[in-house]
């Protein structure tokens, strides 16, 4: 962190604010809009609040399969991140395969 920059802590994550990641613009031109926006949620939320992020997802029909441009899902991507696990469980629960 920065050291000019505030630390947050217990910082308030409404449902709004959770599903204003469903209309982040991709992080790359030609990136897949749904693993764009899942990686955005898993870089930036906790898990309980990744996990709210999740179901608006699937409620919108969107592919927790999606594939960056190496042709890796989410979970591919994250499998090896150490503190990666309750977010691997979020998508597994919601019917995430690989």
Known sequence: M???KPKVVDEVWDDERIRAFLRKAPLAAG?????S???YAYRSMRPEDFRTFIGHFRAAGR???AEND???TLLQV???HRLAEPFRQAML???AER
């Open 37 to 39: 926006a899942l990686l």
């Open 63 to 65: 592919n927790l399969e």
């Open 93 to 95: 629960n919601a019917g």
């Open 70 to 72: 190496q042709g890796e």
């Open 78 to 80: 994250i499998a090896s």
């Open 2 to 4: 920065r050291p000019d």
């Open 31 to 35: 990136l897949d809009p749904d693993f």
